[in-house]
């Protein structure tokens, strides 16, 4: 059956989204795999562990059945990611349909069921609401499956999940750099059920400590590079103006439509001689060449706690305005910019549960008793400080006319430095 869904078009569609976004532009080009890729490994890793747990545990009762469900929802996990990944519903979604709250998830629910009746697969009712609630992580919608299996696919508990598993592991591969040399099948095979939630042997703690630093050094370094924010708004521009004539945003309500959704709508506006998409056109074949990108005027980390004011305060209108006063008066580079020409961007990057540790959320069980799970504490998983938060917001700054850019940072400093002069201010 899994072979079904594999060959199906809803599913081949993601060998043409690239898994990491623009990242490739960022001197990375070997991470330019794509979701279909991710996803078989996703559901190889979602597979593995829900057989383990039936060969293991055998009081759990489960089924073949239920086998298959979490391999298919590892499958299909990620069926309703539209172009370049997470740039599209993080990003372009919001800023073209604004207001509404459509999610990957809800489209790759969609596409699941496109898949289920165009392939004639003969998958009863209640398998498919099964694995549409792993694909959501949300056990409430199907209160009579096993718990535990939600911890598998889409992990609300503590963010550990095959998912997670198989992109930290393969992006530091890619990278060149490694969390341990603990596979990824050795800590599977530690994992166990006790009261309903996947636990892990303590023995390997200090390897899914790892796993967290791991995935926050990717968002930090890498997911959130500025060379590739900066082609990932250029994209966001190019389609957002393709959009006024080839309605890119709506097909997503539609699943035959969404299949012309890939990465390759990039080279479809650049090969049209529409003059409607002139300017999208020139916005997108300004990405291949390096000195032609928005160029990136800050980037830096804002305190946890104080981040909100920045937000409110930083915006491309106010450093905009900061930068007529301070630029020379016989300059002409500031002229004819308007607010939005100045990207201000703020992103959380985080262990896997935001501001928490994420091993507060782990259970682990000991080789002396491998019924009770207990939490452990620092000791058993670190020789180092922790941090002393497990959140950073980095704030990074764009200027969209490369002849401005030097005129616009120093607008950006005197915004941020008078920030800065009033919270200090105000705390003494």
């Excluded at 069921?113 to 398998?127: G, S, T, V, Y």
């Excluded at 592991?169 to 050795?186: A, E, K, M, V």
């Excluded at 006063?325 to 990057?349: C, H, N, Q, T, W």
Aim: glycine fraction near 4%; charged fraction near 25%; aromatic fraction near 10%.
């Amino acid at each position: 059956m899994i072979k079904r869904f594999v060959d199906s078009r809803q599913f081949r569609r993601l060998q043409y989204i690239k898994q990491l976004g623009a990242t490739d532009y960022a001197g990375w080009p070997q991470t330019s795999y794509s979701r279909f890729d991710h996803s078989l490994g996703v559901s190889r890793l979602a597979r593995k562990m829900a057989s383990h747990l039936k060969r293991t545990q055998p009081e759990l009762s489960i089924t073949d059945r239920d086998v298959n469900c979490v391999e298919i929802a590892g499958l299909c996990h990620d069926l309703g990611h539209g172009p370049w990944s997470h740039l599209w519903d993080g990003l372009f979604m919001p800023s073209v349909l604004k207001g509404s709250r459509w999610s990957h998830e809800e489209g790759s629910e969609m596409m699941f069921d496109a898949i289920i009746e165009e392939e004639r697969i003969p998958l009863p009712k209640e398998d498919q609401q099964f694995i549409k609630a792993l694909i959501s992580g949300d056990p409430s919608r199907t209160p009579r499956e096993k718990g535990f299996f939600f911890d598998i696919v889409a992990n609300r508990r503590n963010g550990f999940d095959v998912d997670k598993y198989d992109y930290i592991r393969r992006d530091n591969h890619l990278i060149g750099s490694h969390t341990t040399s603990l596979s990824l099948l050795s800590l599977i095979e530690s994992s166990r059920v006790i009261d309903s939630q996947i636990c892990y042997n303590a023995d390997i703690a200090s390897y899914i400590y790892n796993l967290a630093i791991s995935r926050f050094r990717l968002h930090k370094e890498v997911y959130n590079n500025v060379i590739s924010k900066a082609v990932n708004y250029m994209i966001i521009d190019g389609l957002s103006k393709a959009d006024r004539v080839m309605n890119i945003a709506q097909r997503v309500f539609n699943a035959e439509e969404y299949l012309t959704l890939t990465d390759d709508i990039m080279p479809q506006i650049e090969a049209t001689t529409d003059p409607r998409l002139s300017e999208s056109r020139a916005i997108l074949r300004r990405i291949h060449d390096k000195n032609q990108h928005y160029e990136c005027i800050l980037n830096e980390v804002v305190d946890l706690g104080q981040w909100k004011i920045f937000a409110k305060y930083v915006t491309g209108q106010r450093i905009l305005e900061a930068s007529r006063r301070l630029a020379p008066a016989d300059s002409r580079e500031l002229e004819f910019l308007k607010g939005s020409d100045v990207i201000v961007d703020f992103s959380l990057v985080h262990h896997g549960m935001k501001e928490d540790n994420p091993m507060k959320f782990v259970a682990f069980y000991s080789a002396e008793n491998n019924n009770v799970w207990l939490k452990l504490d620092q000791t058993h998983y670190s020789s180092s400080p922790l941090p002393s938060n497990f959140a950073e917001v980095l704030l990074s700054v764009y200027s969209k006319s490369r002849a401005a850019s030097k005129l616009l940072e120093a607008g950006c400093h005197d915004v941020l430095q008078n920030i800065e002069a009033n919270i200090a201010t105000a705390n003494v």
